[in-house]
């Protein structure tokens, strides 16, 4: 689901940045515990609120957007630099912001929209397997957990862990079940009629790959959800031809 991008506020002070329905507010955000909800609620004391987006990959910096500039120059008077008793008694450090243009993509990527057009056996593609409700709660929940830096990315892994130098399982690094927050998605894959023997494919692995601007350009953010079935024995699946395990 596409998100809309902000720039990053210029200046010295809040009023430096110019007037803008958007603000960037720092020290707020669900790595300290305070959800989108919990913000919108906060900050639309000062008006209607038209969303409340990460402004990075920190947790800690959001973007506040209003439906009028009036209601984002009261709020920031008000909570600018002072604590906020609605979110916790937090110091809050607000700037404007304002709305990026949709960036131009210049090459184009065909994308396929049915699972024939990638003429891959065994593939199945979902359109809309979690809901918008549902895409949100799982943002939520992995942005409120500690990430691992990497190169090119930042990931979390639940199960077991993901070894990128073997690009495979590590089966002796086991880290517990998978959490809570998956618990729907993975009811949903063992009801999913086109696998065999479904209900009895028990995921234990899941990684969240997290990619950063400067490799995926047609988002601010790509999050995705890797669930994995970890083998105990060779593969014996039925496709050798593009198995890398029976290669």
């Given at each position: 689901?596409?998100?809309p991008?902000?720039?990053?506020p210029?200046?010295?002070?809040?009023?430096?940045?110019?007037?803008s329905?958007?603000l960037?507010?720092?020290?707020?955000g669900?790595?300290?515990g305070l959800?989108f909800?919990?913000?919108?609620s906060?900050?639309?004391?000062y008006?209607?609120?038209?969303?409340v987006?990460?402004?990075?990959?920190?947790?800690?910096?959001?973007?506040?957007?209003?439906f009028?500039e009036?209601?984002?120059q009261?709020?920031l008077?008000v909570?600018?630099?002072?604590?906020?008793?609605d979110?916790?008694?937090?110091?809050?450090?607000?700037?404007?912001?304002?709305?990026?243009?949709?960036?131009?993509v210049?090459?184009?990527?065909?994308?396929?929209?049915?699972?024939s057009?990638?003429?891959?056996?065994?593939?199945?593609l979902?359109?809309?397997?979690?809901?918008?409700?549902?895409e949100?709660?799982?943002l939520?929940?992995?942005?409120?957990?500690?990430w691992?830096?990497?190169?090119?990315?930042?990931?979390?892994?639940?199960?077991y862990?993901?070894?990128?130098?073997?690009?495979?399982?590590n089966?002796?690094?086991?880290l517990?079940?998978?959490?809570?927050?998956?618990?729907?998605?993975?009811?949903?894959?063992?009801?999913f009629p086109?696998?065999d023997?479904?209900?009895?494919?028990l995921?234990?692995q899941?990684?969240?790959d997290?990619?950063?601007d400067?490799?995926?350009?047609?988002?601010?953010r790509?999050?995705?959800?890797?669930?994995?079935?970890?083998?105990?024995?060779?593969?014996?699946?039925?496709?050798?031809?593009?198995c890398d395990?029976?290669?």
């Amino acid at each position: 689901m596409g998100l809309p991008r902000f720039t990053r506020p210029k200046g010295v002070d809040a009023e430096s940045s110019g007037s803008s329905p958007n603000l960037y507010v720092a020290n707020c955000g669900p790595a300290v515990g305070l959800s989108f909800d919990t913000i919108a609620s906060a900050f639309s004391t000062y008006g209607e609120v038209k969303g409340v987006y990460a402004a990075d990959e920190s947790g800690t910096r959001v973007i506040v957007s209003y439906f009028e500039e009036s209601s984002a120059q009261a709020a920031l008077k008000v909570l600018d630099g002072h604590p906020c008793p609605d979110l916790g008694g937090r110091c809050l450090h607000i700037r404007y912001s304002v709305l990026q243009p949709p960036s131009q993509v210049n090459d184009l990527v065909p994308v396929s929209l049915v699972a024939s057009e990638l003429n891959i056996p065994g593939i199945y593609l979902l359109h809309d397997f979690v809901t918008a409700k549902e895409e949100e709660e799982l943002l939520a929940a992995v942005d409120g957990r500690p990430w691992k830096s990497l190169a090119k990315r930042r990931v979390q892994h639940y199960g077991y862990e993901f070894c990128y130098e073997t690009r495979n399982v590590n089966t002796k690094r086991h880290l517990g079940e998978l959490p809570p927050f998956v618990s729907s998605i993975l009811e949903r894959v063992s009801l999913f009629p086109n696998l065999d023997d479904a209900a009895n494919i028990l995921l234990d692995q899941l990684t969240v790959d997290m990619v950063k601007d400067i490799v995926v350009r047609r988002a601010s953010r790509r999050v995705s959800f890797t669930f994995r079935k970890v083998r105990t024995g060779p593969c014996q699946c039925e496709f050798p031809q593009y198995c890398d395990s029976q290669i």
